[in-house]
T-cell receptor, first 114, second 113 residues
Framework: DAGVIQSPRHEVTEMGQEVTLRCKLI?????LFWYRQTMMRGLELLIY????????DSGMPEDRFSAKMPNASFSTLKIQPSEPRDSAVYFC????????????FGPGTRLTVL | AQSVTQPDIHITVSEGASLELRCNYS??????LFWYVQSPGQGLQLLLK??????LVQGIKGFEAEFKRSQSSFNLRKPSVHWSDAAEYFC???????????FGTGTRLQVTL
């Protein structure tokens, strides 16, 4: 298995632009998690889905952030409009809920908003 | 509310020396516990996990961890550290009915030659 796939690996954009991060789950997994990592705040859970349904989005910073799962194996995290304070590494992770929540992480997308 | 505490932000050990990274949790029952490692510029990789049973669990790369209910701890150990072990280590927990992981703030390990 290729593991969790994230794209792009690096994104540099200007303030105000829309940013879309993508994630492909491991085949057979049915839970998807989006995390953000910064030096100041560490690793934060933004949102997680179970069977394509958002379960907890309390970590989403504000309305500028949105996440979707258009199908069981793919997710997007969109930031519109982006701001410099959104600069961070964004990870997605997937798991099979029957496996006691062991999560497999993707390599991350490093986002820089100028 | 559940929480995970890693009291050591940064630890430096010499190559070949033993290592212990501390992790304490707060939860009313026995949680599911994990240790993840993150090398620079990489995603997180699972080292080991505890669900139930034997309180000493073995993981990859020669790591082990011991669950101590009386101390609410799940410390990570390695008898002899290699330079390639330099990384950031995260302890995490979840409960049986949720899919959400609660992470500690991480411990950065530096290995001197």
């Amino acid at each position: 298995d290729a593991g969790v796939i994230q794209s792009p690996r690096h994104e540099v954009t200007e303030m105000g632009q829309e940013v879309t991060l993508r994630c492909k789950l491991i085949s057979g997994h049915n839970s998807l998690f989006w995390y953000r990592q910064t030096m100041m705040r560490g690793l934060e859970l933004l949102i997680y889905f179970n069977n394509n349904v958002p379960i907890d989005d309390s970590g989403m910073p504000e309305d500028r952030f949105s996440a979707k799962m258009p199908n069981a194996s793919f997710s997007t995290l969109k930031i519109q409009p982006s701001e410099p304070r959104d600069s961070a590494v964004y990870f997605c992770a997937s798991s099979y809920t029957g496996a006691y929540n062991e999560q497999f992480f993707g390599p991350g997308t490093r986002l820089t908003v100028l | 509310a559940q929480s995970v505490t890693q009291p050591d932000i940064h630890i430096t050990v010499s190559e070949g020396a033993s290592l212990e990274l501390r992790c304490n949790y707060s939860y009313g029952a026995t949680p599911y516990l994990f240790w993840y490692v993150q090398s620079p510029g990489q995603g997180l990789q699972l080292l080991l996990k505890y669900f139930s049973g034997d309180t000493l669990v073995q993981g990859i790369k020669g790591f082990e961890a011991e669950f101590k209910r009386s101390q609410s701890s799940f410390n990570l150990r390695k008898p002899s550290v290699h330079w390639s072990d330099a990384a950031e280590y995260f302890c995490a927990m979840t409960t049986g009915t949720a899919s959400k992981l609660t992470f500690g703030t991480g411990t950065r390990l530096q290995v001197t030659l």
